[in-house]
Nanobody, 124 residues
Framework: VQLQAFGGGLVQPGGSLRLSCTTSGASYVTYAMGWFRQSPGKEREFVAAIDMRGTEIEYADSVKGRFVISRDNVKNTVYLQMNSLKPTDTAVYYC??????????????????WGQGTLVTVSS
């Protein structure tokens, strides 16, 4: 299973970006998917998660109301739409897949597969 994340870049405060993460493998539709982020000197933290059907969703409090996670099970892709970006959102963003048939998890240790990360920089 391979995950490839892309869509990061430099954006001004208040701007928007959409991250995408494509997963190889026929079992994608059975995976819960998550987004995490890591800033320099900090631990990797949970951002958002979505169950295999796309009906159960959870967000970190820091992004609730600004970020939207979604998935397309035909394209094997999960998205993270990020709006009203703040400098504190600057981080490397990672997508991850959980193959344990749970609804979703907020714990990074529950995710089996990880993408390579894509850098998001929010700065004027």
């Amino acid at each position: 299973v391979q995950l490839q994340a892309f869509g990061g870049g430099l954006v001004q405060p208040g701007g928007s970006l959409r991250l995408s993460c494509t997963t190889s493998g026929a079992s994608y539709v059975t995976y819960a998917m998550g987004w995490f982020r890591q800033s320099p000197g900090k631990e990797r933290e949970f951002v958002a998660a979505i169950d295999m059907r796309g009906t159960e969703i959870e967000y970190a409090d820091s992004v609730k109301g600004r970020f939207v996670i979604s998935r397309d099970n035909v394209k094997n892709t999960v998205y993270l739409q990020m709006n009203s970006l703040k400098p504190t959102d600057t981080a490397v963003y990672y997508c991850a897949a959980d193959s344990a048939y749970r609804t979703y998890s907020l714990r990074r240790q529950d995710y089996d597969y990880w993408g390579q990360g894509t850098l998001v920089t929010v700065s004027s």
